[in-house]
Each structure stands twice: as structure tokens, then as C-alpha cells.
């Protein structure tokens, strides 16, 4: 499983109240990424790091924000959750090997907005 | 931006038969990866198979083997022998070769294996 852990595991929270999520990995790969899986659209990439202090948006950032302080680390912020952030969210990171590459998940955690 | 499109919702197939899941992609790439995932009801996302571009032999893994069209952006796995721990989510992914790319999956097919 690549040592990569996700919590929580499964969360509750109110409307307008802040979440952080960790990803916490313990290889020292570089790149990780946060997937948020919703029926119908696979997973969709919300925000990815290719280093400690380095990241970037992904095709639906709006409302989230991400730190990576230390490279095995990797924590994903709701500001001010909204329903439409109730979803399974996944942490992934790429391992990259002589002539191959794969990415390997967390466990998931999912975050329902009430 | 890299797109892919997985045009079968659901699927099912009974015990010990074959079925095919498809795949299209869209790039302009010449180099990149293709991958198969399976999400079984744990939701643990699970490397199937793996294909790169450049190599024009279709990867297979025991009974899992792909069809791998690169001029018509095609890319479907076949799975042989169904067994009943074959039912999950199966989604199809893409990666450019660069550094820096990140995965693109696309909108996942439901596989049910009837016993």
C-alpha cells in the first residue's frame, strides 16, 4: 500500500465549519494529489503537490486549499464546507519507477455535509 | 486538457465468462501511461494493469489483458475467467509522461459478476 494513510476516515460536519483532512505517507515520494469521487465523475483532481511548499490547483479547487509543510504530509482544507463538498475524498501518491509509474491510494475518507 | 471517457455505466457478466470494458482518451501526447483501477466495495482503489505508449505489445496480467489502439485512442480491458471478486468499480486513467502530470480518470464502469 505504499504507506499512505488518510484521516479521518469518515466525518460529519455542520455547514459553514472548516475541515482539514491529513494524508500522511511514509516513503518520501514527491508528488501527492487529493481526488474527490463522485457518482458519475470518477475522481476529479482538487489539488496537487510535487514537493514540500510546492503546489497547484486541479480541475475543481474552488473551496479548497491545500499545505504541504514537510514532504510526508499532505492536508487538504475546506474552508467553510458546503454540501456540495459531501463527497469520498482520496489521497494519492505517485510512485515513480525505472520505466514505470502507478499511483497508490489511501483508504478515503468520506465527508458528509449536513 | 486530457479527457477520458468510459462509455458503460454498467456492466455484468456471469462467472467464468469474458467481458470487455471500453475506454477512449483524448490528447495529443505521444508519450503517456494508461491504467485500469478497480475500486472493490472497500473502496480501495487497486492497480489492475498498466500500458505505456510507446510500447506497442498489449499488457496482460494473469487474466486481465488489454486492447490497446493508440492511433484511435482506444484502450479496453478484457477480463478473462470472471470470478465472483472481480465485481467493482473499474476506472480508467491517464498520465502524461512528464513530470509534474497528474492522473486524469475518467467516470468509472460498474462490473457485476453473476454467479
Known amino acids: 500500500d505504499a504507506g499512505i494513510t488518510q484521516s479521518p476516515r469518515h466525518k460529519v460536519t455542520e455547514t459553514g465549519t472548516p475541515v482539514t483532512l491529513r494524508c500522511h505517507q511514509t516513503?518520501?515520494?514527491?508528488?501527492m494529489y487529493w481526488y474527490r469521487q463522485d457518482p458519475g465523475h470518477g475522481l476529479r483532481l482538487i489539488h496537487y503537490?510535487?514537493?514540500?511548499?510546492?503546489?497547484d490547483k486541479g480541475e475543481v479547487s474552488d473551496g479548497y486549499s491545500v499545505s504541504r509543510s514537510k514532504t510526508e504530509d499532505f492536508l487538504l482544507t475546506l474552508e467553510s464546507a458546503t454540501s456540495s463538498q459531501t463527497s469520498v475524498y482520496f489521497c494519492?501518491?505517485?510512485?515513480?519507477?525505472?520505466?514505470?509509474?502507478?499511483?497508490?491510494f489511501g483508504q478515503g475518507t468520506r465527508l458528509t455535509v449536513v | 486538457a486530457q479527457t477520458v471517457t468510459q462509455s458503460q455505466p454498467e456492466m455484468s457478466v456471469q462467472e467464468a465468462e469474458t467481458v470487455t470494458l471500453s475506454c477512449t482518451y483524448d490528447?495529443?501526447?505521444?508519450?503517456?501511461?494508461l491504467f485500469w483501477y478497480k475500486q472493490p466495495p472497500s473502496r480501495q482503489m487497486i492497480l489492475v494493469i498498466r500500458?505505456?505508449?510507446?510500447?506497442?505489445q498489449n499488457a496482460t496480467e494473469n487474466r486481465f489483458s488489454v486492447n490497446f489502439q493508440k492511433a484511435a485512442k482506444s484502450f479496453s480491458l478484457k477480463i478473462s475467467d470472471s470470478q465472483l471478486g472481480d465485481t467493482a468499480m473499474y476506472f480508467c486513467?491517464?498520465?502524461?509522461?512528464?513530470?509534474?502530470?497528474?492522473?486524469?480518470f475518467g467516470p468509472g464502469t460498474r462490473l457485476s459478476v453473476l454467479p
Open positions: 494519492a501518491i505517485r510512485v515513480h519507477l525505472t520505466a514505470n509509474t502507478e499511483a497508490f
Open positions: 516513503e518520501n515520494h514527491r508528488y
Open positions: 503537490s510535487y514537493g514540500v511548499k510546492d503546489t
Open positions: 490528447t495529443s501526447e505521444n508519450n503517456y501511461y
Open positions: 500500458q505505456e505508449a510507446y510500447k506497442q
Open positions: 486513467a491517464f498520465m502524461k509522461h512528464n513530470y509534474g502530470q497528474n492522473f486524469v
